[in-house]
């Protein structure tokens, strides 16, 4: 049975009789809406940018409506334009899985996945060759965003990121919650001659992770009088983060979920106990008609396992 997003994608089509557009036209379309470019789209669909502008035409001429605009000196979508762009998209992935689904080859396609550049630098880099082993036909792409809780990225399937999870308009899945506590070298804490007590950790620098919040948490429930949270530096990714604490840079706050090699490696300690839940946890983030998806159902499938053998090991 049809989806309810194909169903409305061609109501207009059955109601005027008119003959449906070519896929090629509905992919430029779609493609044009992610990337807002003409020369984009083209070297996305190995097209020339004429042809994406002559397939852009036919379908306004097919539909009855305007799908572009003059803006400036460019071109945009209509507000209608926008909206069909958008069924298109769903319609298109729902074509798409359908084909995959009644495969009678085994789990295949294409899978872009965008991860935290911590989260997978640190953890899933380290196991992701199980899961190409398992599934050798799905052509796994990893990208990372510019934000930890950004799931805006055009032509992924599927997102890992760091947030409240509030993304409205997406279908949005615990993966995981995190804990975080002071991570340092041994090398540092030697130097230091040892940390007796949580105000100590200010005599060393605090490693921040964009903001300042983590370690404002945590030295207010350590009960750290007068803390100083904002001092030290303050780095965009969390890979310069442990590269600063695992040279004795300075002091970070970390999990032990992407540390734990680094911990068990004794590279990376941690001098107190007290830790502090976070107010952001890990979700896996996508887009409604791509839940069903085969390769993203097999990639799920086998991230909570990993992830549920890491926690238990």
Same mark, same amino acid.
């Given at each position: 049975?049809?989806?309810?997003?194909?169903?409305? $994608?061609?109501?207009?089509?059955?109601?005027?009789?008119?003959?449906?557009?070519?896929?090629? &036209? $509905? @992919?430029?379309?779609?493609?044009?809406?992610?990337?807002?470019?003409?020369?984009?789209?083209?070297?996305? =669909?190995? +097209?020339?940018?004429? &042809?994406?502008?002559?397939?852009?035409?036919?379908?306004?001429?097919?539909?009855?409506?305007? *799908?572009?605009?003059?803006?400036?000196?460019?071109?945009? $979508?209509?507000?209608?334009?926008?909206?069909?762009?958008?069924?298109?998209?769903?319609?298109?992935?729902?074509?798409?899985?359908?084909?995959?689904?009644?495969?009678?080859?085994?789990?295949?396609?294409? %899978?872009?996945?965008?991860?935290?550049?911590?989260?997978?630098?640190?953890?899933?880099?380290?196991?992701?060759?199980?899961?190409?082993?398992?599934?050798?036909?799905?052509?796994?792409?990893?990208?990372?965003?510019?934000? +930890?809780?950004?799931?805006?990225?055009?032509?992924?399937?599927?997102?890992?990121?760091?947030?409240?999870?509030?993304? !409205?308009?997406?279908?949005?899945? $615990?993966?995981?919650?995190?804990?975080?506590? !002071?991570?340092?070298?041994?090398? %540092?804490?030697?130097?230091?001659?040892? =940390?007796?007590? !949580?105000?100590?950790? *200010?005599?060393?620098?605090? %490693?921040? %992770?964009?903001?300042?919040?983590?370690?404002? *948490?945590?030295?207010?429930?350590?009960?750290?009088?007068? !803390?100083?949270?904002? @001092?030290?530096?303050?780095?965009?990714?969390?890979?310069?983060?442990?590269?600063?604490?695992?040279?004795?840079?300075?002091?970070?706050?970390?999990?032990?979920?992407?540390?734990?090699?680094?911990?068990?490696?004794?590279?990376?300690?941690?001098?107190?106990?007290?830790?502090?839940?976070?107010?952001?946890?890990?979700?896996?983030?996508?887009?409604?008609?791509?839940?069903?998806?085969p390769a993203q159902l097999a990639f799920t499938e086998w991230l909570k396992s990993r992830l549920s053998q890491t926690r238990n090991a």
């Amino acid at each position: 049975m049809f989806s309810q997003n194909v169903q409305i $994608l061609f109501t207009s089509y059955r109601r005027h009789r008119m003959r449906i557009p070519s896929t090629q &036209a $509905l @992919r430029a379309l779609e493609s044009f809406a992610r990337h807002g470019s003409v020369w984009r789209s083209a070297e996305e =669909l190995h +097209l020339t940018r004429s &042809a994406v502008s002559h397939q852009l035409r036919l379908l306004e001429r097919d539909l009855g409506f305007e *799908l572009l605009q003059r803006d400036g000196k460019g071109v945009t $979508l209509t507000p209608r334009g926008r909206k069909y762009a958008n069924d298109v998209r769903k319609a298109l992935i729902v074509i798409d899985d359908a084909g995959g689904r009644h495969s009678p080859a085994s789990t295949g396609g294409t %899978l872009t996945v965008s991860c935290t550049s911590g989260f997978a630098s640190l953890w899933l880099c380290t196991h992701i060759a199980e899961f190409q082993e398992k599934y050798p036909d799905i052509a796994l792409r990893i990208v990372t965003p510019r934000k +930890l809780d950004d799931v805006t990225a055009p032509g992924v399937d599927l997102f890992i990121a760091f947030g409240d999870g509030n993304w !409205p308009n997406r279908a949005v899945d $615990l993966l995981c919650e995190i804990e975080f506590t !002071p991570l340092c070298s041994p090398v %540092l804490l030697n130097k230091l001659g040892g =940390l007796a007590e !949580p105000k100590d950790i *200010l005599r060393a620098p605090l %490693l921040h %992770l964009v903001d300042f919040e983590d370690w404002t *948490l945590w030295l207010a429930l350590a009960n750290v009088d007068n !803390p100083d949270s904002e @001092r030290g530096i303050v780095f965009s990714d969390m890979n310069l983060v442990f590269s600063a604490a695992i040279t004795a840079q300075g002091i970070a706050i970390g999990d032990k979920l992407t540390c734990r090699k680094a911990m068990r490696g004794g590279q990376l300690i941690q001098p107190f106990d007290l830790a502090i839940k976070s107010p952001k946890s890990y979700f896996l983030v996508t887009d409604y008609a791509r839940m069903d998806h085969p390769a993203q159902l097999a990639f799920t499938e086998w991230l909570k396992s990993r992830l549920s053998q890491t926690r238990n090991a």
